[in-house]
């Protein structure tokens, strides 16, 4: 695919296998998003799922990810973000085994039956009343409605015993998660803190908990170098999703 097409495309991002469109969701395609469906430990995944899958990113990342038998199920709350992510998924090559449902997960939750060995979420994390542009964005960037104490209550009834719950957040709200995460009877299993340079300290924490003890595998990792261009280690991470890598 040529890069004409690429930025000729409207109202979303092209990525080499899927096309993201999100002009009716607040969040739209960002670095937290790619980095999460890039990283997030998908070997032993059976059933994946997505809560608060916006456009449906994470979603068809990790369908990308895993093989033809595993399911991708996401759920979002707001009707038009997850109506997006209905027709993004329909138009990828996974569209046999990728679900998404208009729901409140504290709700889904109560009806699901299923257990998963992956959940992921881009989760709110901005205390109420923090400015942003619109409405939408603000909800779907506050904790007013998904508390991560709820976020976590969630994925530990939906979770296996020794699946990962994964999150990516800025890294003071990271470490609030799992000291509360450690207080529930989560385990931390996998953390990656990640710098825009070398020059800055880690802004953003990727993290996977599981309810199953094990060890701990921490490193650091810069989105771009001394030249300003991308890393190595951004760029193998990324290689399958971004043009042009």
């Given at each position: ?78 009707e038009q973000a997850a109506r997006q992510a209905q027709e993004n998924a ?156």
């Amino acid at each position: 695919m040529s890069q004409q097409k690429a930025v000729l495309r409207p109202n979303g991002f092209t990525f080499k296998q899927f096309f993201i469109a999100h002009d009716r969701c607040a969040m739209k395609v960002g670095t937290d998003g790619v980095l999460l469906g890039a990283w997030a430990p998908v070997a032993e995944a059976t059933a994946v799922l997505d809560i608060g899958t916006g456009s449906g990113l994470i979603a068809l990342m990790l369908a990308q990810r895993t093989g033809e038998n595993v399911c991708v199920e996401a759920v979002e709350l707001d009707e038009q973000a997850a109506r997006q992510a209905q027709e993004n998924a329909a138009a990828s090559p996974w569209a046999g085994r990728i679900r998404i449902h208009q729901d409140d997960i504290r709700h889904w939750t109560k009806r699901c039956e299923r257990r998963y060995s992956l959940i992921v979420s881009n989760p709110p994390y901005f205390v109420p009343g923090s400015e942003c542009a619109t409405p939408a964005r603000a909800s779907a960037r506050s904790t007013t409605d998904l508390t991560h104490d709820v976020l976590l209550a969630c994925a530990e009834e939906l979770i296996t015993e020794d699946g990962f719950f994964c999150v990516v957040l800025p890294t003071a709200a990271g470490d609030r998660l799992v000291a509360l995460a450690l207080q529930r009877g989560w385990h931390l299993r996998f953390r990656t803190d990640v710098a825009d340079n070398d020059n800055r300290p880690p802004n953003r924490v990727l993290l996977a908990l599981s309810p199953e003890s094990g060890e701990l595998f921490q490193d650091r990792m810069t989105i771009r170098g001394p030249d300003q261009r991308y890393s190595e280690a951004h760029c193998s991470l990324t290689r399958d999703f971004y043009l042009f890598r």
